[in-house]
């Protein structure tokens, strides 16, 4: 995704625009990064341009500038940071750069909108509250006390969730993105398959042998060995092994992370829980949360839950309340591996 986005405050969405190459990345069945980082070159002016004409303003109304400075592609990092670099270097403002994994939290903070495409929450998680952190790339639990100070409790120690549901949606056959393609699928199916739970230990997840049983589990309907190539698996599965597999793979996910979710929560004491990253869209995933009696639990619309700018916009609107120090326009560098 290229976006941008113009927030107030830190809680008032003015706009929010995204562009996605995802109909590129659906050629290949995944995301080739040189063909992200290329697209990105060409949408990211006119993204900016696109935020400032929604939101009627121009950009001496803008009081500073934020920036995704890792963890993430280098290349499609390079564009961002180098982009805001120059904004705030020709139109000299200050600069802020933010963990695009703690970033994703403040979609719960956006509290106003003046986009039609987002619903705002009517209030934003008061401190501490227990973060969930689900996406393409990350799946980890943090205990967040301030806007400053937060521990990380649990994390994946291979595969993130979405990339789970992208790999299984690639052996099942379906398209990329996974997440919202092994959904549709598992609604005509039923969990009947016993896989393994995603987790490790009491907060840990590991979503690379739940992925590997669905692999072996579609190999074994089909009769054939593990020498058979797997991207020839989903020609000899039925709709209904399809359905079944994709509704137990998501049943056995969610179910990990409602145990995980659970034992943070319990062991730090904390009633509410707040949700976020592209997995967050998850319907079977909100509705298993809301169903929970014993937190409060926050999530952002749909449309704030993958990847946006709004979120970025929003947490340096809260850095800046919080005098957290500037970067410098002149240095400031890609961290592609940065750890919250
Ligand atoms: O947060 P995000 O946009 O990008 C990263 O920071 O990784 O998350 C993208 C991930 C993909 O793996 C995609 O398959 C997953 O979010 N996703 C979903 C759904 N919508 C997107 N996973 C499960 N259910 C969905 N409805
Ligand atoms: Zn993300």
Do not use: W
Not at 95 to 122: C, E, G, Q
Request: glycine residues 6%; charged residues 20%; positive net charge.
């Amino acid at each position: 995704e290229t976006s941008a986005s113009i927030v107030s405050s830190g809680n008032e969405l003015k706009s929010l625009v995204v562009a996605s190459s995802s109909d590129f990345h659906v050629l290949y069945g995944g995301i080739v990064p040189e063909i992200a980082s290329r697209k990105q070159l060409e949408l990211i002016i006119p993204v900016v341009d696109e935020s400032l004409k929604k939101a009627k303003l121009k950009m001496s109304d803008i009081s500073a500038i934020a920036v995704t400075e890792g963890p993430g592609l280098a290349g499609s990092l390079l564009i961002g940071v180098l982009t805001a670099r120059n904004l705030a270097l020709s139109f000299n403002k200050p600069l802020y750069a933010v963990n695009h994994v703690s970033a994703h939290i403040y979609a719960n903070f956006i509290t106003k909108s003046h986009d039609k495409s987002v619903k705002p929450l009517k209030n934003s998680p008061s401190f501490p509250f227990l973060g969930v952190i689900i996406s393409g790339g990350h799946c980890q639990t943090v205990l967040f006390e301030n806007h400053i100070k937060y521990k990380v409790i649990g994390r994946t120690l291979d595969d993130a969730i979405g990339e789970a549901f992208d790999k299984v949606a690639k052996i099942l056959g379906l398209p990329y993105p996974g997440g919202p393609n092994i959904s549709k699928c598992a609604l005509n199916g039923k969990n009947i398959y016993d896989f393994p739970l995603a987790i490790v230990n009491r907060y840990d997840f590991s979503f690379s042998g739940l992925k590997t049983a669905v692999l072996r589990k579609a190999q074994s309907l089909i009769g054939k060995d593990y020498n058979f190539p797997s991207y020839k698996l989903a020609k000899a599965l039925s709709e209904a092994q399809k359905a079944n597999l994709a509704a137990s793979f998501e049943a056995t996910a969610i179910k990990s992370l409602i145990i995980q979710i659970n034992n943070a929560a319990k062991d730090y004491q904390v009633n509410k829980i707040v949700l976020a990253g592209g997995v967050a869209a998850n319907n079977k995933i909100r509705q298993t949360l809301l169903s929970l009696k014993d937190f409060e639990v926050y999530m952002p619309d749909i449309n704030l839950c993958t990847d946006n700018a709004a979120f970025v916009a929003s947490m340096a609107g809260y850095k800046i309340k919080n005098k957290i120090s500037k970067s410098d326009p002149l240095t400031l560098d890609i961290k592609p591996n940065l750890k919250m």
